[in-house]
């Protein structure tokens, strides 16, 4: 065929430049948070993650998601998924940079090797970096977990679903000291960077994942309805054994080498761990029903599974079920803030990308006026979005601190709770920035379109907005609480009169609720106060004015786009441009 036009006009795609070098509001909260960390290996993840090669794995995970074969062609049951090779490629990058272990485990001495890929494929040509916590600077190694969330953050930002595993590793790993002895045994693997996706005995693996289980189709959130019965049957070596019988309605990753599970004992809800294979080498009793068609998420599997005689062992006391999940579901919070946020940040680099190349009525995107008070509202959101998560995660790595503590207690649901509302109505507008480019799934922009089916995960995953309001309310009947929440807003003083207000009012606030119906609205204005107070600290004085002139003073329409006349636009967007 002739050529019939030119294509021109069209945006470069936003591909082979560093995540981390280019995110200043992050980069900042980091200076905040933990003042003495080597940064540089975070540099190198960013290189990693924003490369054109890994770019390609999120994209073909995704387009290939996983098959379960629940028997093998002759007839016998098998249960297992099968994933595409860009999957063991991300879950290799992932682990190599330690995100599922660094605050659990000593250094690791070197990165996964490069070569070839797992079942065969050939590995991406992309540079592992060093593992997180490896290489630094003097007085860093008390910011594990700060480290760690600013990785998992970047990561989010290429591809969120293979965090799901990641993540309940990390959050599994210290709640399975409740069993010492199990412990010992699988501690320093979970810990481990090395990637091994075999299903084989854990003796014979470098590495280890763990995954949960913990809803039923009777209960979802509600799981002291749980109706999974555990039966004792015997102790070994890692302790009470037991029989498990029943199911689970969501069972994410169920390729992982072992799950924390919820199961009704003689003393009441209790927790088991329960491993995919036995110690001797056969397989685990874990039926694998179907696999979940989920909105997003579509590179990780979510399984519904029903366990026949299933052994597992018993982790913490019997009857203790509920404290053992909280402090996991805590962890795994923090995860959903800081998906959401990475969510959030590629959303708006990719709209600020899109809209500095396309040009309309004359000049570019970027240069009408509308547009940047979009662009400019965006940036705002996520600036203080990520401040927020990068606060909580500080909170995490200073447990014998009083004030730290109660700010973990009060900030996991206000976080969780806040930036995951926001983010589905974030996605939206940064895909109207493309215009129909961002509602298509092929090619580089389709990524727009698979972080808006994967935005509202994290708001339901791990306790949904009733859930985490309700939490925020128990956590302000500590006695600390209230004076916790007051000191960390102590910087509002003489900053701003609509942030001075608001935070002279809460403690007030706080005190006077009787009943539970405005939780919701206690928990977005508590996480808007401290979201302001952290921008006073860590961001230029453009960002937190507008910020606080439309989320706290009222100047402020019900849409992305509504900024005042009077924000300084230009240097609100120059903050957060990707390149």
């Not at 940064?39 to 995704?62: D, F, K, P, V």
């Not at 940040?345 to 990719?350: E, G, I, K, N």
């Not at 900030?411 to 983010?423: E, N």
Request: net charge neutral; charged share 20%.
């Amino acid at each position: 065929m002739s050529p019939t036009h030119e294509v021109f006009n069209q945006p470069a795609p936003l591909a082979d430049y560093n995540l981390f070098a280019t995110n200043r509001p992050l980069r900042d909260a980091l200076k905040f948070n933990a003042p003495a960390l080597d940064t540089a290996e975070l540099g190198r993840l960013g290189a990693a993650l924003g490369s054109s090669a890994m770019q390609a794995h999120a994209r073909l995970a995704n387009v290939h998601g996983p098959v379960l074969h629940s028997h093998d062609r002759f007839g016998r049951r098998v249960d297992q998924v099968e994933f595409h090779p860009s999957y063991h490629e991300l879950m290799k990058l992932a682990t190599g940079s330690g995100l599922h272990g660094t605050p659990w485990g000593s250094p690791h001495p070197d990165p996964l090797p490069g070569g070839e890929g797992v079942g065969g494929a050939t590995a991406s040509p992309v540079l592992l970096p060093l593992p997180l916590g490896e290489g630094r600077g003097e007085g860093s190694p008390g910011s594990p977990h700060v480290e760690r969330a600013a990785g998992f953050m970047l990561f989010t930002e290429l591809e969120p679903s293979t965090l799901c595993p990641i993540s309940m590793s990390y959050a599994a790993t210290p709640a399975l000291r409740g069993n010492t002895a199990i412990y010992a045994d699988w501690g320093p693997k979970l810990a481990s960077r090395a990637y091994d996706p075999e299903l084989k005995p854990w003796q014979a693996k470098a590495g280890l994942t763990m995954g949960m289980g913990m809803t039923e189709k009777q209960g979802g959130s509600d799981v002291r309805a749980n109706t999974t019965r555990a039966e004792p049957v015997g102790r070994d070596g890692w302790g009470e054994r037991y029989a498990l019988t029943g199911h689970k309605w969501f069972f994410s990753a169920p390729m992982c080498d072992a799950f924390l599970v919820l199961a009704q004992a003689k003393s009441g809800l209790s927790c088991f761990f329960l491993p995919r294979v036995l110690p001797d080498g056969s397989l685990n009793a874990i039926r694998i029903q179907r696999l979940k068609d989920k909105l997003g998420n579509k590179a990780n599997a979510s399984s519904e599974v029903e366990f026949e005689n299933a052994q597992a062992w018993l982790v913490g006391e019997e009857g203790r079920g509920i404290p053992q999940i909280l402090e996991m579901g805590t962890m795994t919070r923090l995860d959903c803030a800081l998906g959401t946020s990475g969510l959030m940040r590629q959303a708006l680099a990719l709209a600020l990308n899109h809209t500095s190349q396309r040009k309309a009525f004359g000049k570019l995107l970027v240069d009408q006026p509308l547009m940047r008070n979009v662009l400019a509202d965006l940036a705002l959101e996520s600036e203080a979005a990520t401040a927020l998560a990068m606060r909580l995660a500080r909170a995490f790595d200073r447990p014998g601190d009083a004030h730290e503590a109660a700010m973990a207690r009060l900030l996991t649901p206000v976080a969780k709770f806040w930036i995951c509302k926001r983010g589905s109505h974030f996605a939206q507008e940064a895909m109207e920035c493309l215009g129909g480019n961002g509602y298509v799934e092929e090619g580089g922009e389709g990524v727009m379109a698979r972080i808006y089916r994967e935005m509202p995960l994290n708001s339901i995953w791990e306790g949904a907005g009733n859930i985490m309001a309700l939490d925020l309310l128990r956590a302000l009947r500590k006695a600390d609480a209230v004076a916790a929440l007051a000191q960390e807003l102590s910087v509002a003083k003489g900053a701003h009169p609509a942030l001075e207000k608001l935070a002279a009012a809460l403690p007030t606030r706080i005190e006077e609720m009787a009943t539970e119906i405005e939780a919701r609205r206690l928990a977005q204005d508590v996480a808007l106060a401290v979201q302001a107070a952290l921008l006073q600290q860590t961001a230029p004085a453009a960002v937190f004015s507008a910020f606080c002139d439309s989320r706290l003073a009222g100047n402020w329409g019900q849409s992305f786009g509504t900024l005042g006349a009077g924000t300084d636009f230009d240097a609100i967007i120059a903050r957060a441009m990707p390149r």
